[in-house]
């Protein structure tokens, strides 16, 4: 089935021939459903820290960070804004020459507390010769979203959403990449330093590290820290072969073989990089202006002391396991805490002979870790945190996404639609084990937990291969600890206008 251009172009990116057949038979046969047990509720899977727990936990975090461990704020940020500006598009696209829909409305009747509004004047005077309320005034409202939107412009419809200007301050506008670097200030440094890592997508590599040049040494100057900044890319061997409705590859109009990124999951491998003890990870879009910034920072402490309290058991009972010298009550101790306090339970555990116990209980102890903040659930579309059965017969705390449910079971589609938290993407990560050896995270990824979805290219239908998500199957074998933390924390971008509210002005 495969040309000698195939396999050239597969070694290109560094994809190996069975690796490539290994996808084709997933579209054959599909990825299974997950068996759940429950959603995630408090007291059930999710922790809900008393205020002077809250503190100790805080207290924990700020002690590890003074011990000098390496500690790295990672950012997925490869996302094009194109989708923020979707409603304007159509606007552009439009038979009419006035905003019409209410989305449209609200956004012209409040362009003026947009953060990007002065630079659009600008680009408007340049291309236009008249303001954006003259503009406006003369009912040229396609020009002002052409200016917003075209590469003449702003260029927003093809920018990442890293790069754009999110908030007001009265030293000017702010960028998420530099939100997140005064975040990195307030909870990631360590020894005077600040470590940043975006992922970014190849396009846009040289624009992020221009605005890096640009703005890095005034956050320096304003926390008195050094930050240390890096990039990585996804990885073109992570990509997924697209096929047809029936299975075969899907092909491009000179022939060859259509690959397409294969989703967040991929990121494991850049996560895999990066040396650290502890991995903040948050996506670009969620971030606040400095005067909301204090329950962000509240709770990164919370989760990331929650992290370094449980790994620290862990590793103590790693050491003692590995003197030979536990009694049956030890052992008792350390299958209470691998139940209760990392939530992961085995229905036969009783059964198992001290030996294999052991065996088990080691495992379960030495692997990564991760602390997930939660959300109430306010019907944003998304994941959740549920207990599912794994495939060693294990149930634990995974997040899941609607695509891994099965929809035709009625009690499982109630458990999500009804579950009472929501996965914001906070989470703050281990990834070494207890005598200081990076985990090899791929290790832990559960392989059958992608997704096909459908999409098209040039008209045609095909099938694409999703990879296990970064914080759903990419992680399915760490350890999972739930912590409830504030709505205020959680303030995605996902439209323009998003940034009209109260979180964003």
Known sequence: MLTQQDLK????KGISEEKLNKQLDDFKTGFPFLKLEAAASIGHGIMAPADDEREKYIDAWKAYKAEGKDIVKFVPASGAASRMFKDMFAFLDADYDVPTTDFEKHFFDNIKKFAFREALCDKCKANNGKRISELIADGNYKAVVANMLKAEGLNYGQLPKGLLLFHNYEDGPRTPMEEHLVEGALYA???????????????HMELFKQKVAEKADIYAKKFGI?????????KPSTDTVAANAD????RNDDGSLLFRPGGHG???ENLNEINADVIFIKNID??????LKDDTVTYKQLIAGVLVTLQQKAFNYLRLLDTGSYSHEDLEEIIRFVQRDLCCRKADIKELEDADLVIYLRKKLNRPMRVCGVVKNVGEPG?????TYNQDGTVSLQILESSQIDKSNAEYQKMFTEGTHFNPVDLVCAVKDYQGKP????DFVDKTTGFISSKSKSGKELKALELPGLWNGAMSDWSTIFVEVPLSTFNPVKTVNDLLRDQHQ
């Open 286 to 291: 969620n971030v606040v202006p400095d005067r």
């Open 439 to 442: 985990f090899n995270l791929p």
């Open 9 to 12: 172009q597969i070694a290109a």
């Open 189 to 203: 440094a360590s020894n005077g330093e600040a470590n940043v890592h975006f992922t970014v997508s190849h396009e």
């Open 266 to 268: 991929a990121l494991i």
């Open 247 to 250: 299975n075969t590859p899907f």
């Open 383 to 387: 994941g959740g945190p549920f207990l």
């Open 226 to 234: 050094k930050y240390n900044i890096t990039f990585s890319e996804q």
